[in-house]
């Protein structure tokens, strides 16, 4: 690993999510000590030559599930491949999920979580806690992870009914409690009762490959949970974050509701941006298999574009992640007869950078600095971790990629560095690149060599109430509360009701 403690960025054009400047960056003992032209260095410092070359915060991907054991198996990437493979991608920081069985506490989860992810994560990462039951004790832990463990987010699952599925009235006691304790709520949003019954009825005629996962949970299935969290959150004037957005129904809920001042916020993946659900239907099991994911990939091979659209500058959706969630195909094989049986998910964290630039920013969709916005700095905004990521200034975390707007690759698992063996964006030609990554001002990647020790990350806590997201809620609290009409009592008559006979 390059040891490095004072590095010089040089000549490049640093980019934040506001504005970019020809300016250089001096790096020291992890930090940035300095952003401008003619900075004084340490003898000994490394000058890293950026000409013609952007420089910008490290990518945030707010949604990983590195080892996840899910439907049976465990995903091949874990926390060191999973984190290598970001850093290939220009990614510094993972949010990943802990997601406890029904029944159990929470607070055991994130300890084994922590006791998983810490001696082999290589990047900086944080976590989010799944909420997939509710009584009292849950209520009283999730204060307990906000207040010591560094936990400001819960995932609530509206889909995988009798495993993690919530209903209403406990979606609604837990956004009032995230609420009360500065958190935000996120909702996986798909109906799982309809998901349950469109199942049996594709099984039922027949239909037992890919194409039935998606047909058994079309994109209204995706939208009526993603208006009825939105519904849920505003009763409990909770912010809400509608994880991994697959489907233009769904995006054009969470624009409408941004649009009527909801504080809600979207998030597409990179799977969503960059594919699409017509790869159910290939002739090769083998090739369909390998996009199941839920909510699925759609079908209607414009999605993409239109969530790309919705991305800009417009904010109806702020931020990316991925949903990294990788199964090989002898493992996704397990639903070789019954694509309810097929263990979810797609990979993404080392390729969301380059397919967000190839088809939003060389695509002409948006620039440089919604770029960022988009793949760092909302991220660190949201989930209050900014300015210490997702900024390129004085005093925040050294976590930088040094881009390439003009270099090109092809996407393929035979290149990539993720454990998993396919690549869902195989064969995809993008333009940009990251040249050299620098993790916490050590660099880890470059000229497309890693150099990371197991570990070598840090669980990076997060306070509660963001300002970013609180504000407006802690208002309408002051000012939206419902007041009773004083009048006179009423004195006229009552009629009476018969006392019921038991
Ligand atoms: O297919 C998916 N999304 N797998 C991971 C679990 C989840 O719902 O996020
Ligand atoms: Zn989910
Ligand atoms: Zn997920």
Redesign the pocket.
């Known amino acids: 690993m390059t040891t490095q403690s004072q590095i010089l960025i040089k000549g490049g054009k640093v980019v934040n999510e506001d504005f970019s400047e020809m300016t250089d960056v001096y790096i020291e003992d992890g930090v940035i000590s300095a952003v401008g032209s003619d900075l004084q260095v340490a003898a000994g410092t490394r000058v890293i030559d950026a000409t013609d070359r952007l420089v910008l915060p490290g990518g945030i991907d707010t949604?990983t599930?590195m080892e996840?054991s899910?439907m049976g198996t465990t995903a091949v990437d874990d926390f060191h491949t999973g984190t290598k493979a970001a850093f290939a991608g220009g990614t510094t920081m993972i949010l990943d999920?802990v997601?406890p069985q029904k029944g159990c506490s929470l607070l055991e989860a994130y300890e084994q979580w922590r006791t998983t992810a810490d001696p082999k994560v290589c990047c900086d990462y944080s976590l989010h806690m799944a909420v997939t039951w509710w009584d009292d004790t849950v209520k009283k832990e999730m204060e307990t992870l906000v207040r010591d463990k560094g936990v400001n987010s819960f995932?609530m699952?509206m889909?995988?009914k009798d495993v993690?599925m919530l209903r209403d009235n406990e979606l609604y006691a837990v956004f009032a409690q995230c609420k009360e304790i500065g958190a935000i709520a996120q909702v996986?949003a798909e109906n799982g009762d309809l998901i349950a019954e469109g199942a049996k009825r594709m099984l039922s005629l027949g239909i037992t490959g890919p194409e039935g996962h998606e047909m058994c949970r079309p994109e209204e299935v995706e939208a009526e949970a993603t208006q009825r969290a939105i519904t849920i959150a505003h009763a409990a004037n909770c912010p809400l974050y509608v994880?991994?957005v697959m489907s233009k129904s769904a995006a054009k809920v969470v624009a409408n509701a941004r649009r009527n001042g909801r504080v809600v916020f979207g998030e597409p993946i990179a799977a969503g941006l960059g594919t699409d659900g017509t790869n159910y239907w290939h002739k090769d099991w083998a090739h369909a298999v390998g996009f199941?994911?839920?909510?699925p990939l759609r079908p209607d091979s414009s999605t993409p574009r239109y969530l790309m659209d919705l991305l800009p500058s417009t904010d109806d959706l702020s931020v990316t992640g991925t949903?990294n969630?990788t199964f090989s195909v002898c493992q996704k094989a397990l639903g070789k007869d019954d694509f309810t049986k097929i263990?979810?998910?797609?990979n993404g964290v080392e390729d969301r950078m380059s397919v967000i630039w190839e088809k939003g920013v060389h695509s002409g969709k948006m620039d440089e600095n919604r770029f960022v916005a988009v793949t760092s700095t909302n991220a660190a905004k949201i989930f209050n971790l900014y300015p210490q990521k997702g900024r390129i200034a004085k005093g925040s975390d050294a976590d930088l990629v040094i881009w390439d707007p003009e270099a090109t690759r092809v996407i393929s698992a035979k290149t990539h560095h993720q454990a998993v063996d396919y690549n869902i964006f195989e064969g995809m030609l993008c333009h940009g690149l990251p040249v050299v990554t620098i993790s916490r001002g050590k660099v880890v990647y470059e000229n497309g060599q890693l150099f990371t020790k197991p570990g070598m990350g840090r669980y990076i806590p997060r306070k509660p109430f963001s300002e970013f997201v609180y504000n407006r809620i802690n208002q309408r609290e002051k000012v939206g509360k419902p007041c009773a009409v004083c009048r006179e009592p009423y004195t006229g008559e009552i009629i009476s009701i018969a006392p019921k006979r038991s």
């Open positions: 949604h599930h996840l899910f999920f997601i995932k699952f889909a995988y993690f996986h994880v991994h199941v994911m839920g909510p949903d969630c263990p979810n998910g797609v």
